[in-house]
């Protein structure tokens, strides 16, 4: 095994560890939005309080994904971006409101805080594994994708060199 062939793995392990870490801290301050409000909205029905808790957590965090969890990586078009990050919110959204709507409705738990605040928690798991995949792949690209020059590429966007 060739010395640059180690460094680079333990180059790409350690930039996984950070945009983990980041995008965890990240994560958690969207899960406590979500999650308070959430609760806060939630005798108003469950679908308009999921609705408002993760709209409010994706604004939030988008700029703190944008500027921390993935800081490293390429600017693409500023648009592509976040009309890319504000679509996969959409869809994560759209999941949990059919998990919730099942729940508060064929199975009647629509007044039971407690099992609806569970399946909340499931679908905020289940969201964040396919975020962060998507959020890779779609909208904080490596520098390598962005260079290779995707068609909707802004070549006017400063470019940010990834650091290791």
Do not use: C
């Not at 499931?122 to 962005?146: E, M, N, S």
């Amino acid at each position: 095994m060739s010395h640059s062939f180690v460094d680079r793995v333990r180059g790409s392990w350690r930039l996984l560890v950070k945009e983990l870490a980041a995008f965890g801290f990240v994560g958690a301050i969207g899960f406590i939005i979500d999650l308070s409000l959430f609760n806060f909205f939630f005798n108003d029905g469950q679908i308009f309080a999921k609705t408002i808790s993760t709209t409010v957590a994706t604004v939030v965090t988008y700029v703190g994904n944008r500027y921390l969890s993935f800081s490293h990586r390429a600017r693409s078009n500023l648009g592509r971006e976040a009309g890319f990050f504000f679509l996969i919110n959409l869809i994560a959204l759209v999941g949990a409101l059919a998990v919730i709507a099942v729940f508060s409705y064929p199975l009647h738990f629509k007044h039971h805080i407690v099992v609806m605040n569970v399946v909340n928690l499931a679908t905020i798991g289940l969201g964040t594994v396919f975020r962060f995949w998507a959020y890779k792949r779609f909208v904080f690209l490596h520098p390598d994708r962005v260079a290779a020059g995707l068609p909707d590429d802004d070549p006017n966007e400063q470019q940010v060199p990834q650091t290791v």
